[in-house]
């Protein structure tokens, strides 16, 4: 099988290097293309996959084709490369914003088409991935894309009305754990930690906390309830933030995240 990227950016590398991560994909079975010299370098030098000479190359012999350019460079990258694509070819996008109805009028009829959306923890191997195909694709074409989706992170079928919440609690969330994190260790600074000591602290807590809900089975509520001790510290930092808006600021900000998705 031989697996071709149209670009070759921080999320498509993210992906490469999950796939040859499980060693179940050798770098001779990636091709990639991108638009700059730099990032064909790069993902060379990183992973020894073949660069193509352009991306018509990288969609001719692709098998299974991820676009991974910006949603705005999408419909012209498309253009390119719609009558070299193989109809056996499973296209998949992780381009935010672009619907399955919309790739298939750029591409034309016939083609097999799975839209995702990625996010940046699959830089560590920790991604979450939102998988929905059109009808065209197979449940065994569909089994293999999750697989490969699944080796830098998690990956879940879910149906496409949910993209635009997928990119709010997942694609674009990882900003708002970043700004989370550095808040908190900037209170830590102001109470006399060493920077760099607190950006450890609060990340870890971070990890931990999303571990907890994650292989604990339990509420995030009541995980939160057994921190709060009464009339302890927690319960007090936790009347603050609700005093500020905190969930109802965080719910703003997804629904700002869906509502751009949207427009996009």
């Known amino acids: 099988m031989q697996i071709g990227f149209i670009g070759l950016g921080n999320m498509a590398t993210a992906i490469i290097g999950g796939l040859l991560s499980k060693g179940n994909i050798t770098p001779d079975k990636i091709i990639g293309s991108d638009k700059t010299e730099e990032s064909k370098r790069k993902a060379e030098e990183s992973f020894g996959i073949r660069i193509a000479a352009d991306n018509r190359q990288a969609a001719e012999e692709s098998d299974v084709l991820f676009l991974a350019v910006k949603p705005q460079f999408l419909s012209a990258a498309l253009q390119g490369v719609r009558d070299v694509i193989n109809k056996d070819t ?3 996008s992780i381009a935010a914003g672009k619907t399955i109805s919309w790739l298939e009028q750029e591409l034309g009829e016939g083609h097999k088409i799975i ?20 009808s065209l694709v197979s449940e065994e074409e569909l089994f293999r894309a999750v697989e490969l989706l699944n080796s830098f992170g ?7 009305a949910m993209m635009d919440a997928v990119v709010a609690v997942s694609g674009s969330s990882p900003a708002y754990v970043f700004l989370f994190i550095e808040a908190m260790a900037d209170g830590a600074v102001q109470a006399g930690m060493s ?11 971070v990890l931990g906390s999303a571990k ?4 604990m089975g339990k509420h ?20 603050v933030l609700e005093e500020k808006g905190f969930r109802g600021a965080v719910m703003d900000a997804m629904e700002a995240c869906v509502r751009r998705n949207r427009e996009l």
């Open 220 to 239: 995030p509520g009541e995980l939160k309830d057994m921190v709060c001790s009464p009339g302890g510290t927690t319960i007090e930092a936790v009347k």
């Open 154 to 160: 998690r990956a879940h079928i879910v149906t496409e």
């Open 90 to 92: 499973v296209i998949i």
């Open 212 to 215: 907890m809900v994650l292989e």
């Open 195 to 205: 920077r760099a000591q607190a950006y450890e602290f609060a990340a870890q807590a």
């Open 115 to 134: 839209r995702c959306m990625p996010n940046t923890p699959a830089l560590v191997g920790e991604g979450c991935t939102g998988v929905c195909p059109n």
